[in-house]
């Protein structure tokens, strides 16, 4: 079984407002709400391969109970941890005519020290069962920064495989703890390593270095261009299929997905690569979020070349 942590997960309001301003006064009714926090979308792909799984993280308020509901009516399992904050709301407001995103990010609730050791120990209960763990994103107010760090070592010594997709200090820290793969996109390799990376030479030369550090597989995904999997025995190139994409957002997170399903389901590590990246083009193919076709990905899947470059 596949578990998917995430620790700050969120509703998301996307209005779509022609000409938007401030001080006007707007009748809306080109709404779409999804549940999100990127490992819900990571969950989501997974479920939509129709591979078995575990939602957990935590949860709270009404916004909460919301994001568990749309969950659980997708028949995705889910074991959060319920907080007695509210969890957050994401709003975007995007202007087609002026070409314009305007985005409220709620900070989202503070996680309390009881409410953090009930989730540790909910953890450890599910990874009996867990063949992977998926965390990913971002992290409430009150988790210490080393939460990724202590999740990948808790993981590693009952033996299940931990994916990490994080950034900043939250993804140094879990490094530290040689998790079996990080998925940085090219952004968040930059803020790690502290510069400007311009070529495949300076990705690859610094995807090497954090394997030396002790991680399994280090994953630069680069958007349209496809991703570069790094593992102490070869650097593979895999490019994206040439497709007409339609809403990128959260093609990293279903890249993750697709790699984990893979493995549970014994493809080779090449194989693995290719049918990642086979998801992260079909999430774009999508105007939702993780709302992937297993039929589109099996399409895409043959398409996917790869290059073995060390
Ligand atoms: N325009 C595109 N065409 C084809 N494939 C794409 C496109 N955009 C993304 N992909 C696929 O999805 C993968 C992940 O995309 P990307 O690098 O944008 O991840 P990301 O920035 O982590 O995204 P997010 O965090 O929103 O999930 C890419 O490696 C690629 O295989
Ligand atoms: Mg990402």
Redesign the pocket.
Known sequence: MITTVTLNPAIDRSYIINNFKPNNNYRIDDVTVTVGG?GI?VARTVSALGEKLNATGFLGGITGDYIKKQLNDLGIATSFVKINDESRNFTAIIDPINRTETTVNEVGPFVSKTELTKFIKEYIKILKYSKIIIASGSVPKGVPKTIYRDMVKIAKDNNVLPII?ASGKFLEEAIKAKPYMI??????LRELVGYELNNEYEIIHESKYICKQGVGLV?I???????IFTTREKVIK?E????K?VN?????????AGFAVALVNKFDLDNAFRY??????A??LEKG?GNIKKETVERLFSQVKLTRLE
């Open positions: 990127k979308n997709d998925k940085p996109n090219l952004k968040e994953v995904s680069l958007g349209s261009k496809g991703a895999v994206a299929p040439n497709i994409a990128t957002v959260g093609s990293g997170d279903a890249l993750v990642g990246i086979a998801c992260g083009a999430n774009a979020t």
